[in-house]
């Protein structure tokens, strides 16, 4: 007699008829499949009765375990059970969209607040590219036996357990490799790639296996590249690129929320990807990435990852691949540290003292060596150059290590420290290291930057004409030089606050100030050079976020610059020859070219924007006027005032910095004392000085002369 229920299939008898024991013959008798099972069967690969009773099945009624069952979202009544699912974890309180997750009962309760508040949207339907995560073999939810069925069924409301398909998938997960794992190399790409490969092989179910918040968390960070096919974005029910960022990183953020890992190493791996979040409004900018950088931190030192491979201690090959692992994530939490620290103008989290070659062992392009061989992404030399950059880029966040601890946070009673000397002489032997980072690295990387014949990127045997060498070696250097930025201001504002003397010698006998202003004109023209150079290869677009940060400062100075070029040099003079004009303009362009291209990509360049118009309220043209020593000169510039009024072009530029620091304007009590209420008139003549930028940002023609004058209009 059939057995009542649906209907089920027969799977093909593994023996043929004959002669049989009564053992063989129960062995080889076709298998009933069950409809459907319990999370626990399905990961365990055992039979699941749950489809033949009314309560859990008898696998986790004997070990005492709550069953649960995904529903399927094909069944009728989706929002009605949802419509109970609130009732049931939350009761019947009408604001229960606006109920946080619980981090005290959280594994993470050690960890601050999460970045943003929980704002579920609960009926989320799936979309038709997307599948049940235990569709691929290769993912997992290490936390999963110890989560209530309330949670997981909530997880799976807000699509949390889906995932792209494949073509989907491997299309996002290509531009992960291709754009952010050459400068954050967090995963082993030869692992991932051997793992990601089991499609659909039972055999291998009990293999290694990625994390699902991690993978979650790889998809969003993917998606900060603007590269992601928007069609296959459309198939996952996204309309545009913000819109996926925001969704993947809802989901990854609501299973670190419910606890869905204990791995440490994977929670801080997470976090780490989870870091490329950066979220503005139009009071200022959310602390998003800095948070989830504390939390990579802190579960990193929990797995010990900070004591993985000590210089001194050598690495046990028994443990090498744990070794490996370790060491990647704790560098990886070095490099992000130093580059939002850079970005947003903050004293690093990670003790500079002890980040050097005496503590870690260093990262070297021979622990990516594996992967030259294994790269989907990149052919083999293509592959060994990008490790070659990663090598310099390290040793650069080591020496970035001093810069940062100098230079931030700009503590009003660090600016009044009784020996100058002192300072000066910590602030010499930094800009010694930084040389001498770039003595040792100038040549190897502008070498590649030469090679016409490479390629870099190859997809089915077809050859794509290589960008990311170039890309990523002028993203270095523009935190390089903007690293002498900072250092140079903190020098300048140092000198300020602490002589009234009008030149100050350093030991080496040249002027302290003019030296200082020489190093900052140099590192903000070498950094808009990178931008023109990236921008005539069609290159800015791939710029992270990061770089928008790096460029708002000689964004300032470039519009000061082109404005004060505009005045005349002394009385009855006309303004600036017209070569130089426009060699200011052009550099402007360049600047405001890039913020324009990342203006749809990232919120923070939304921020940069407003916060320069917020500059341009606290001046007015009056005051402003060329001084005698600009007479000699073609053209009247920042440097000019630079060298006449340090304070005033102290107060322009820290403005930006505290700024992105404090993540709003900055109030008159955020400035040193020295630098306070230096305008005397009121706000009525704001935006006196950048009032021609609404022309630059809107103007669609490159470059127009009229008869009465030169007048330049931007794009």
């Known amino acids: 007699m059939e057995p009542l229920g649906p209907k089920v299939e027969w799977c093909t008898p593994l023996l043929g008829p004959g002669d049989i024991s009564q053992s063989e013959f129960k062995a080889s008798r076709p298998r009933l499949k069950a409809p459907w099972a319990c999370l626990r069967c399905r990961e365990r690969k055992v039979r699941c009765d749950v489809s033949k009773k009314d309560g859990p099945c008898t696998n986790c009624c004997l070990r005492g375990k709550t069953c649960t069952t995904l529903p399927s979202t094909k069944r009728a009544g989706f929002k009605d059970r949802v419509r109970l699912l609130k009732k049931s974890v939350w009761g019947h309180s009408p604001h229960a969209d606006e109920i946080t997750s619980d981090t005290e009962t959280s594994p993470h309760a050690l960890n601050p607040p999460t970045p943003t508040s929980f704002e579920p949207s609960f009926c989320v339907e799936p979309a038709a590219d997307s599948v049940l995560y235990l569709d691929y073999h290769f993912l997992s939810i290490g936390n999963l036996a110890n989560m209530p069925s309330e949670e997981i069924n909530f997880l799976d409301i807000q699509g949390c357990l889906l995932v792209p398909r494949r073509q989907t998938m491997d299309s996002i997960v290509r531009q992960y490799f291709l754009h952010v794992h050459p400068l954050l190399p967090l995963l082993d790409e030869r692992s991932f790639w051997d793992m990601y490969s089991r499609r659909w092989a039972a055999a291998d179910a009990s293999g290694p296996k990625i994390s699902l918040l991690v993978f979650q968390a790889l998809l969003f960070a993917a998606c900060n590249v603007p590269f992601v096919p928007l069609e296959a974005l459309e198939n996952l029910g996204f309309s545009s690129l913000r819109e996926a960022k925001a969704g993947f990183y809802s989901k990854a953020k609501l299973l670190y929320d419910f606890g869905s890992e204990s791995s440490s190493i994977c929670i801080a791996q997470a976090a780490l990807l989870l870091s490329f979040r950066s979220s503005s409004t139009y009071l200022g900018i959310k602390e998003v990435n800095i948070t989830w950088l504390n939390i990579a931190i802190q579960h990193a030192q929990i797995a010990e990852a900070a004591w993985h491979a000590p210089s001194s201690a050598p690495i046990e090959t028994d443990n090498s691949d744990l070794q490996s692992v370790l060491k990647r994530l704790w560098w990886c939490c070095i490099i992000r540290d130093r580059v939002l620290s850079l970005c947003l103008r903050r004293r690093p989290q990670i003790d500079p003292a002890h980040t050097g070659s005496a503590f870690y062992a260093p990262l070297r392009s021979a622990d990516l060596e594996n992967e030259i061989q294994h790269s989907r992404v990149y052919c083999k030399t293509s592959k060994a150059c990008l490790n070659s950059i990663l090598e310099r880029f390290a040793d650069l966040c080591v020496v970035l290590a001093d810069v940062l601890a100098l230079a931030y946070p700009m503590d009003k009673q660090r600016l009044h420290e009784p020996d100058l000397a002192a300072i000066l002489t910590r602030i010499s032997d930094t800009k010694n290291a930084l040389r001498e980072w770039d003595e040792k690295t100038s040549f190897s990387l502008r070498l590649l930057l030469g090679r016409r014949t490479e390629t870099l990127a190859v997809s089915n045997d077809t050859e794509v004409p290589h960008y990311s060498v170039t890309l990523h070696i002028n993203l270095i250097y523009i935190y390089y030089h903007s690293s002498w930025i900072a250092l140079c201001h903190y020098e300048a504002l140092s000198l300020a606050s602490q002589t009234s003397l009008p030149c100050y010698y350093i030991p080496g006998g040249w002027p302290a100030v003019s030296q200082n202003q020489w190093e900052i004109q140099d590192a903000a023209l070498s950094v808009t050079q990178s931008l023109q150079a ?162 630059i940002w809107n103007s669609s023609s490159p470059l127009d002369t009229d008869r009465a004058g030169m007048a330049f209009a931007w794009t």
């Open 534 to 695: 990236l921008h005539h290869m069609n290159l800015d677009r791939w710029l992270p976020s990061s770089a928008v940060a790096c460029i708002a400062t000689p964004l300032v100075l470039h519009m000061l610059d082109v404005k004060l070029a505009r005045l005349p040099i002394s009385s009855g003079s006309a303004t600036s020859n017209y070569s130089e004009l426009l060699e200011k303009n052009l550099r402007l362009k360049a600047v405001i070219q890039t913020i324009k291209t990342c203006y749809e990509q990232y919120d923070i360049a939304d921020f940069v924007i407003r916060a320069v118009q917020h500059i341009a309220g606290f001046l007015e043209l009056g005051c402003l006027q060329p001084t005698a020593t600009a007479g000699t000169s073609d053209s009247f510039g920042w440097p000019d005032i630079f060298s006449s009024n340090p304070n005033l072009y102290l107060r322009l530029v820290l403005s930006m910095d505290l700024s992105l620091s404090n993540g709003r304007f900055p109030e008159e009590e955020d400035f040193p004392v020295g630098l306070r209420r230096l305008f005397a008139w009121e706000l009525d003549a704001a935006g006196s000085l950048f009032a021609h930028a609404g022309e």
